[in-house]
C-alpha cells in the first residue's frame, strides 16, 4: 500500500529573468517500509521534491499544480495548521548540512526537547528522558553531556546523528534524508548510512534517501529513480537501474563511477554543462549532452514506456531499440512511425 503519492507535480521558481521550472510534471509512490532513492546532479530538482512534499518551500518558489497525498490525505493547498501536525510527527526530514539546520545559540538538549514537546503530549521531565533515549538509540557517546552542549562543540558526524535522533524522536512515517552524508568525511558516511538503515529497519519506516552519489543508492534502496532537469527520466528497482539502465543519462552516470573490474580504464565524465532551467529544450532536457540524440529527441518528449515490469523511462534511443529488436512499445499519444526512429 503507498503511504506517500505524487501525481503531475509542478513547482516553480519566479525570478526576474522568468519561470524557472524546478519540478516539471513528476510523479511516483512510495511504499511503507520501502527505501527509494532518488538520484541526478545538482539542479536536478531532488531536493525541492522533499521541500514540496514538506510544502516548506521559500518564496519565489511556488507549487503550480498536481497533488501529493499522504496516506490518502492531499497536502498540496493544506492549511498550516495541517502542516504542522505532520511536519516532524509523520514526515521528518535529516538536512544537508547540520551545521546549519541546528541553531547555534541554543543547547542540543533545548532543541531535541522543544521538538519533542511541539509533536507530541510529553513535556518537561518526560521530554528530557526522551530526548536522552534517542542520543543513545543514535550512537551519541555520553548523551547527558551531549545534551548541555551546543552545536559547535561537536564535530559533523556528531551533529548528524542529532540532526536523525531529532528526526526519529517523533516516530515518524516517512523520513526523508537529502544528502545527509555530503558534508561528512568517508569513514562516518558510512557509519550514518548503516544508522539509517539500521533505524529504518526498527522502525519500519518508509524512507527516501536523496543523494548524487550512486554508490550510497546501491546497497540501501529498494527502487531508484533518476532526475535530471525538473524530470524523472528514469524508475527502477535498484538491479534494474545498475544492471540494465535505458536513459543516456543513467548510463553516463554509471559510467563515471570507479569500478575495482575497470581499474585501468579512465573514467568516462558526462560531457557539457548542466541544463539552464530558464531555456529548456523543447524536447529531451538531457539531449544537448547525450552521445546518441536524435532529431526527434530535439523535438519531443517520450511518454514513460515500460521496459519491464516496473522498469520505466523517457528516452529515445530505448524506444529505438525496442523497435530494432522487435519488442512491443507504447507509443505517445500521437503515433510516431516505426521508420522516423529506425531511420535516425
Known sequence: MSILEIKDLHTSFYTPLGEVKALDGISFKLEKGEILGIVGESGSGKSVTAYSILQILVPPGKIVSGSIKFNNQELVGADENVMQTIRGNKISMIFQDPMTSLNPVYTIGNQLTEAIKLHTERQDEAASLRALEMLRLVGV????????????????????????????????????????????????????LD???????????????????????????????????????????????????????????????????????????????????????????????????????LERIVDPIEIESGHYTTCWTAVKEMITSGDAVLLPEEEVKEHDIRNQ
Do not use: W
Not at 149 to 176: D, T
Not at 288 to 295: E, F, G, N, S, V
Open 141 to 192: 557517546n555520553e548523551p547527558e553531556r551531549r545534551l548541555k552542549q551546543y552545536p559547535y562543540e561537536l564535530s559533523g558526524g556528531m551533529r548528524q546523528r542529532v540532526m536523525i535522533a531529532m528526526a526519529l524522536s517523533c516516530e515518524p512515517e516517512i523520513l526523508i534524508a537529502d544528502e545527509p552524508t555530503t558534508a561528512l568525511d568517508v569513514t562516518i558516511q558510512a557509519q550514518i
Open 195 to 297: 544508522l539509517i538503515q539500521e533505524i529504518q529497519r526498527k522502525f519500519e519506516m518508509a524512507t527516501i534517501l536523496i543523494t548524487h552519489d550512486l554508490g550510497v543508492v546501491a546497497g540501501m534502496c529498494d527502487r531508484i529513480i533518476v532526475m535530471y532537469g525538473g524530470k524523472i527520466v528514469e524508475t527502477g528497482s535498484t538491479d534494474q537501474i545498475f544492471y540494465n539502465p535505458k536513459h543516456e543519462y543513467t548510463k553516463g552516470l554509471m559510467r563515471s563511477i570507479p569500478s575495482k573490474v575497470r581499474k585501468k580504464e579512465r573514467l568516462v565524465p558526462i560531457e557539457g554543462t548542466p541544463i539552464d532551467l530558464l531555456n529548456m529544450p523543447k524536447g529531451c532536457a538531457f539531449c544537448p549532452r547525450c552521445p546518441k540524440a536524435m532529431k526527434i529527441c
